[in-house]
């Protein structure tokens, strides 16, 4: 059974730092790329950031660059998203993903909240 469990979200004041984790199981996690969306109340979903298979490429939505970091362990089947200087803006449900030809999977999303 595949499953991309998504955990770390939560209220965070504007400036502060949040690390987003999603553990994966039921499928080879070291061939899928691992990506993070969000989607904010009233707004498309948007790619975050995603990361190759071993982890020698990564690629960040303008919002995000220098700001977010995505990683991965392929021998823990994890992912995560490590997110600084969050603003108000940043609110959003997200979810992880890992997708490869002709497949993907998705997490239940974890709501990140930036508010003073």
């Given at each position: 059974q595949?499953q991309l469990?998504e955990?770390?979200g939560?209220?965070?004041?504007p400036g502060?730092s949040l690390?987003?984790?999603?553990?994966?199981?039921?499928?080879?996690?070291s061939?899928?790329?691992?990506k993070?969306?969000?989607q904010?109340?009233g707004?498309?979903?948007?790619?975050?950031?995603?990361?190759?298979?071993?982890?020698r490429?990564?690629?960040?939505?303008?919002?995000v660059k220098?700001?977010f970091t995505?990683s991965?362990?392929?021998?823990r089947k994890?992912?995560?998203?490590?997110?600084?200087?969050l603003k108000?803006?940043?609110?959003?449900?997200y979810?992880?993903?890992?997708?490869?030809?002709g497949?993907a999977y998705?997490?239940?999303g974890t709501?990140?909240?930036v508010?003073s």
């Open positions: 595949v469990v955990s770390g939560g209220l965070v004041q502060g690390r987003l984790s999603c553990a994966a199981s039921g499928f080879t996690f061939n899928y790329v691992m993070w969306y969000r904010a109340p707004k498309e979903r948007e790619l975050v950031a995603r990361i190759s298979e071993t982890t490429y990564t690629n960040y939505a303008d919002s220098g700001r995505i991965r362990d392929n021998a994890m992912a995560y998203l490590q997110m600084n200087s108000p803006e940043d609110t959003a449900v979810y992880c993903s890992g997708e490869n030809f497949a998705w997490g239940q709501q990140v909240t508010s």
